[in-house]
């Protein structure tokens, strides 16, 4: 008999790092737990995919999180597996009053939240999630919160790369089967942010209020094949199923020499009966020169309109390159290379869900303030790596528009540094000073004439507790990224060698991280 899967308690609170536990009981034996904190979230590099590099990302996974945060509490059962945890010695490793306490006060409804919305453009080094609250629930949040904003953030930045190397044609994810077991459904979500239109994953899609999407596989022609019948027999059953959405996938034999044919007479036959056939779908080959041949096939039989989807191990490199070779050889063979760009669909699978070449964002979450004795004071950490080392202290992030609308540098300011549209306007206000975060070889001057707009990127998510903020639809938070990726520098947006994105810190913040390097150090 198969042993039934606690999914309750392996996706409930106890989803998180056993060190989280371990330092929030040391916590709890020092009289520490109930200590106010400030950890931000952050990445400190963009995707590098080996042959080309992400010069930006895209924020994904903020209401999913919260979600998970507000029904995830200790349980009786929780604290009886805990409860089973043996050091070396025999002895119990969580002690009964730690355990007594999670089970009676420790959940999150002492922590707070502001974060960067989701569908945002962001950068390296700028906190994209600012958690306060109490040091061990803080603590023990880490994991989850890294676990679960890293992946949507890293899906949804290789979706938008993909939707801008297609042109805006439409994209549709069909990595479930390839991806990380239920991740797949969190990828999926992340892909939709990101710029895919839909997802062939059917159960989330219809959580998430869109049709799922889908052909159908070569195994369906095989079928009738080993029946006795032809593939033209399979397309004429399945068209007789769904004449009004009919796509036929036409590789399966020979994609010139048959599929393109059989899928023509069946297409001839759905007009004749009022019915319009949707498209074809090449999964294999060199797909670039049988999407001109089919074009030219499909135009020569009066169906002009009708789209061609490629699927088979795309990604932005390859989407780049069958449009690059579309528009080189196409008018070799009479087809208009623009009118056949905008007739393509791609499915992309594999190197979408798995974010193929970086697998994983290296978001981190670091301890910048605590209390001591009643007063707030900055936290920092100390590495031999100086890019390492994070921003301390209370602090907010904003983005500086230039005279174009476009984004110029996002600052890091100390909570009390005057920064705002007001002391920009001012009169008296001086130009600004971006310091980079850890080089001191590196200022910009950004005059005030040139700095036309700043907008403060976070926004309260929760206090104490409470969700204080309205989730956006995935369509909005499309529209938000559609927006942000508008206002970046095309040289940014690029796919090899992007322009690097100014990430920049005031001047007291910069002066506050050397004051408590250099007392550190001594």
Not at 113 to 131: D, F, M, Q, S, Y
Not at 193 to 218: E, M, R
Not at 367 to 393: D, F, Q, R, Y
């Amino acid at each position: 008999m198969l042993k039934k899967f606690d999914q309750e308690t392996s996706e409930g609170i106890l989803f998180t790092d056993q060190y989280q536990l371990v330092m929030a009981q040391l916590y709890f034996k020092h009289g520490l737990h109930n200590t106010k904190v400030q950890f931000d979230h952050f990445f400190r590099d963009y995707p590098d995919y080996g042959s080309h590099k992400a010069g930006y990302c895209i924020n994904a996974g903020l209401e999913w999180f919260v979600d998970w945060m507000m029904n995830s509490r200790f349980r009786k059962k929780d604290i009886e597996f805990m409860q089973t945890h043996k050091t070396q010695n025999g002895d119990n490793l969580f002690h009964p009053d730690f355990l007594n306490w999670l089970l009676s006060s420790a959940d999150y409804s002492n922590l707070s939240i502001k974060a960067v919305p989701e569908g945002r453009v962001v950068h390296p080094h700028t906190p994209l999630t600012v958690v306060t609250g109490t040091l061990a629930l803080s603590q023990i949040i880490e994991t989850p919160l890294l676990n679960q904003l890293n992946f949507q953030t890293l899906i949804a930045t290789k979706a938008s790369r993909i939707k801008e190397t297609a042109k805006g044609q439409p994209l549709i994810d069909f990595g479930v089967r390839r991806a990380q077991d239920r991740g797949a459904n969190a990828a999926a979500r992340a892909a939709l942010i990101g710029g895919a239109d839909f997802s062939s994953n059917v159960g989330i899609s219809y959580v998430l209020g869109y049709p799922p999407k889908g052909t159908h596989a070569h195994s369906m022609v095989q079928v009738f094949l080993a029946l006795g019948g032809t593939e033209e027999d399979a397309f004429n059953s399945f068209a007789d199923l769904y004449p009004d959405d009919c796509i036929l996938l036409v590789d399966t034999i020979d994609t010139l020499g048959s599929g393109i044919p059989n899928a023509i007479k069946v297409f001839e036959k759905l007009k004749k009966k009022g019915h319009k056939p949707i498209g074809i779908r090449l999964d294999s080959g060199d797909l670039a020169y049988l999407s001109i041949l089919s074009a030219r096939m499909l135009d020569k039989a009066g169906f002009e309109d009708v789209k061609i989807v490629l699927s088979n191990e795309l990604d932005e490199m390859n989407i780049w390159q069958i449009i690059t070779q579309i528009t080189v050889e196409a008018p070799k063979y009479n087809v208009d290379p623009d009118k056949l760009i905008k007739r393509l669909i791609y499915g992309v699978g594999t190197k979408l869900i798995t974010s193929a070449g970086d697998p994983a964002l290296g978001g981190v979450y670091k301890l910048v303030g605590m209390e001591v004795n009643g007063t707030w004071k900055p936290a920092i950490k100390i590495s031999e790596s100086n890019a390492k080392i994070p921003n301390p202290g209370n602090k907010n992030l904003w983005r500086l528009y230039d005279r174009n609308h476009k984004a110029t540098a996002d600052l890091l300011t100390l909570e009390d540094d005057e920064m705002s549209a007001g002391n920009l306007n001012s009169k008296h206000a001086e130009n600004i000073v971006l310091h980079h975060s850890w080089d001191h070889t590196k200022t910009r001057i950004l005059q005030k004439s040139d700095c036309k707009e700043i907008e403060l990127l976070h926004v309260d998510i929760m206090k104490e507790g409470k969700i204080v903020y309205d989730f956006p639809s995935i369509e909005e938070i499309r529209k938000k990224r559609n927006d942000d990726l508008e206002k970046l520098d095309p040289g940014v947006k690029r796919l090899i060698n992007p322009h690097l994105y100014h990430v920049s810190i005031s001047q007291k913040l910069w002066e506050l991280k050397q004051e408590l390097i250099k007392k550190i150090k001594g």
